[in-house]
């Protein structure tokens, strides 16, 4: 139920940034370690090649963004497939979208990861992907049941299913975003999922782990259905969920 992606990410070790190579400095009128920026790039690179490489997305489908500081974003671009995607064809944005630093276009979902950045400061990174067992139940507009009890301590519980928005519209960020406030994932309806993590790899890795369970759930259902867990597992792994994200993940810049 916990897949690793410490040895995916080990693979695009190649497309690090030696961070000592990189001085702070101002971007746009705002101070932004070059330090913290060539890791954030680093890990959203490897997030999204990981994503790729692990069947979440097809074609240039998905998006991975990560938090640099408060109000500042790592996004990758839209419509350019992840194998050829460098480093250099990331975006950094601000919280209203504005890009600050690359030449190409941010994703068109850049709202949707916006919104969660804005809404939850603890957030520090946030991946949005096509999942084949967990588009099935945003397709059937169905929530996932939590019906493993550490898979509430991973990811807070139930996945919700938001309402249907249009893809790329400030509609859906508002609708899919408000999901995410006592959990790591939210579906989109008719669409796919986003998870949101303390870091670009925290959240590829609730991302792979609610596809896990889907699996598993879509698979119960058809031996007769989910039998739900015992209403004081529920709680007191809710709490493990809520002590951890409200106290070990970091708001800090």
């Given at each position: 139920m916990s897949p690793s992606v410490e040895s995916e990410a080990a693979n695009h070790s190649e497309t690090t940034i030696e961070p000592d190579a990189v001085d702070p400095g101002v971007v746009d009128g705002a101070v932004v370690d070059g330090a913290v920026l060539a890791r954030v790039k680093t890990e959203v690179l490897a997030a999204a090649k990981t994503m790729y490489e692990r069947g979440l997305v097809e074609g240039t489908a998905g998006n991975v963004t990560g938090r640099v500081?408060?109000?500042?974003?790592?996004?990758?671009?839209?419509?350019?497939?992840?194998?050829?995607?460098?480093?250099?064809?990331?975006?950094?944005?601000?919280?209203a979208g504005n890009v600050i630093e690359g030449d190409r276009s941010p994703t068109s979902e850049k709202s949707l990861h916006l919104e969660c950045y804005k809404l939850y400061p603890e957030v520090r990174g946030v991946v949005h992907c096509h999942a084949k067992f967990a588009s099935m139940y945003a397709v059937a507009r169905r929530d996932i049941p939590a019906g493993i009890d550490e898979f509430v301590v991973y990811i807070g519980g139930?996945?919700?299913?938001?309402?249907?928005?249009?893809?790329?519209?400030?509609?859906?960020?508002?609708?899919?975003?408000?999901?995410?406030?006592?959990?790591?994932?939210?579906?989109?309806?008719?669409?796919?999922?986003?998870?949101?993590?303390?870091?670009?790899e925290d959240a590829l890795h609730s991302a792979m782990v609610v596809e896990h369970n889907a699996q598993i759930m879509h698979g119960a259902e058809a031996l007769g259905g989910v039998v739900p867990l015992p209403e004081k597992a529920v709680t007191d792994f809710t709490n493990v969920y809520d002590f951890?994200?409200?106290?070990?993940?970091?708001?800090?810049?």
């Open positions: 500081t408060a109000d500042r974003v790592v996004v990758t671009p839209s419509s350019l497939s992840y194998a050829a995607m460098t480093l250099d064809d990331l975006v950094l944005v601000d919280l139930d996945v919700p299913c938001a309402d249907y928005r249009q893809s790329g519209t400030d509609d859906l960020a508002t609708e899919v975003a408000k999901h995410l406030a006592k959990r790591s994932a939210a579906l989109m309806a008719n669409h796919g999922m986003v998870c949101v993590g303390k870091s670009v951890i994200r409200n106290h070990m993940w970091s708001a800090e810049d």
